[in-house]
């Protein structure tokens, strides 16, 4: 029972900043590794970054340096700078959770990055 919920989401222009956030509800654990996934109309959801309570983060190649994960467990939120965007950033971003092998899922919120 752990509700995700995306803000943030909207239209910039190439070479622009976003920051989403995800607030996490119900019975979100301290110690559950957080993420964001991104998919594009057509294409397979793509992990884009990933950290977890300890501070690891990972991210996928065609965001490192431009794309920063972080958290804040005391508003149980997790966050997703995004800067120098490109076109090819546009899609649906999704926060996920993992807590003791249980995935959950948010309902996304549009990235559009115009040229």
């Known amino acids: 029972q752990v509700q995700l919920v995306e803000s943030g989401g909207g239209l910039v222009q190439a070479g622009g900043s976003l920051r989403l956030s995800c607030a996490a509800s119900?019975?979100?654990?301290?110690?559950?590794?957080m993420g964001w996934y991104r998919q594009a109309p057509g294409e397979q959801r793509e992990l884009v970054a990933t950290a977890t309570s300890g501070g690891s983060t990972n991210y996928a190649d065609s965001v490192k340096g431009r794309f920063t994960i972080s958290r804040d467990n005391t508003k149980n939120t997790v966050y997703l700078q995004m800067n120098s965007l490109k076109p090819e950033d546009t899609a649906v971003y999704v926060c996920n959770s993992v807590q003791w092998g249980q995935l959950y899922w948010g309902q996304g919120t549009q990235v559009t990055i115009s040229s």
């Open positions: 119900g019975s979100i654990s301290r110690f559950a590794r």
